[in-house]
Structures are given as structure tokens and as C-alpha cells.
């Protein structure tokens, strides 16, 4: 969304920050980009690897544009970052800035799940899956700082039986990523490692 996908430029334009802020603003998530944009732009070898997405985490996306954003306004109208929490200083969003991220980010869930490269998946339930409560409640309890989104995310990634977890958030990886691993055989990596994985040694 942040890199080709445009939602950054339309940002940076709207609120006239220059090029410097927007290369400095993508350099934080260069990994992430990285690792998207080989699957979308179809720089993997192997045809077996499948990639998914859970409404949650899309959900969860929203939500980070939502905070960037507010950061954006708030950065560009001199607030000092002691207040960037303060609820009294939190910004309206105009509804044209809200209307131009919202078409920009649907023209991005066009490239990213057109051709079935990256799939939508249910998140499980213990409607679905008797073994739901088993995974999530340990995870929430017993992972330090787990949020109950990570836990949700996490058990329906487990119950579907999936190989990886690919993920930025420092504190989960050291907190569950031994456990994961030991107990689920899924292994929690960052976008980094998910390219050295996807990419033959000679592209890399």
C-alpha cells in the first residue's frame, strides 16, 4: 500500500511533504515492500509456496493507515511528538484525504490478490475447529504481550497448518517464536528471511 500501491504519495502530496520525508518515511518499510513485491511481481522458483491473508489482518491494515495518517497531520501541523498520544490532540481525518487512501488501497487488493497469488483466509473459530480454544487461550495467556489480535492471527495460521509467519513485530518473535516452532512446527520470520526463502541464491 505505502510503496507502489501510491497510499504514500497521495499522502505526501495532500499534506505537501517533500521527497526527502517520503524516501526517509518508505526506507521503514523497504523489507516489507521487498518481500510483497516478489510475490507479486512473480520472482519465486518454487509453485508450491501458497501465501494468505486473513480479513483480521487486513482489518488490522486499516487501522495502521489510520495511525499513520494521524501522524502525518499531526507532523505537519508542528505538534510536538510528547503529544502525538495525547487523545486531545488527536486530528480529524478530512473525508477527501480518507476517500483518495480508500481508492488507493482498493487499486492495491487489485495487484495483490489478482491471479490468486495471495489468497483471503477465514480466521478460525471453535465453531470451525474443535482445537481452536487449545491453541488461542495458551497463546494469549503465555506469550508475553500477546494482543488478542496476535493470538486470533496466530491460531488461525497454526490451525490451517501453515509453515511460516511473517511478521515485523520484534516482541512476538522473541516471545513465541521458540514456542511456535517447538509445539506447531510454524516458524515466525521476518520479510527478510521470508526473500532469502523464496529467492534462488543467484537473484537475490
Known sequence: MLGSGGVLNVLCEGYHLSPEFRDVYASHYA???????????????????????????????????????????????????????????????????????????????????????????????????????SIYAPLLFLTKDAKTQDATLLTTAIINRADYFVTKDEPLMKAAKKKLLDTYQMELIRPSRGLELLRPAGRR
Open 31 to 133: 523489507e516489507s515492500i521487498s518481500f510483497i513485491d516478489a510475490i507479486v511481481n512473480d520472482e519465486i522458483s518454487d509453485s508450491s509456496h501458497e501465501f494468505y491473508v486473513s480479513s483480521l489482518a487486513i482489518n488490522e491494515l486499516f487501522y495502521a493507515m489510520k495511525d499513520e495518517l494521524r501522524s502525518i497531520i499531526l507532523f505537519n501541523k508542528g505538534m510536538p511528538i510528547s503529544r502525538w498520544r495525547d487523545a486531545r490532540a488527536n486530528p480529524e481525518i478530512p473525508e477527501k484525504c480518507f476517500r483518495a487512501v480508500y481508492n488507493k488501497t482498493f487499486q492495491s487488493f487489485d495487484t495483490l490478490f489478482e491471479e490468486g497469488r495471495i489468497h483471503y483466509i477465514t480466521e478460525g473459530s471453535a465453531e470451525s475447529d474443535p482445537e481452536y480454544w
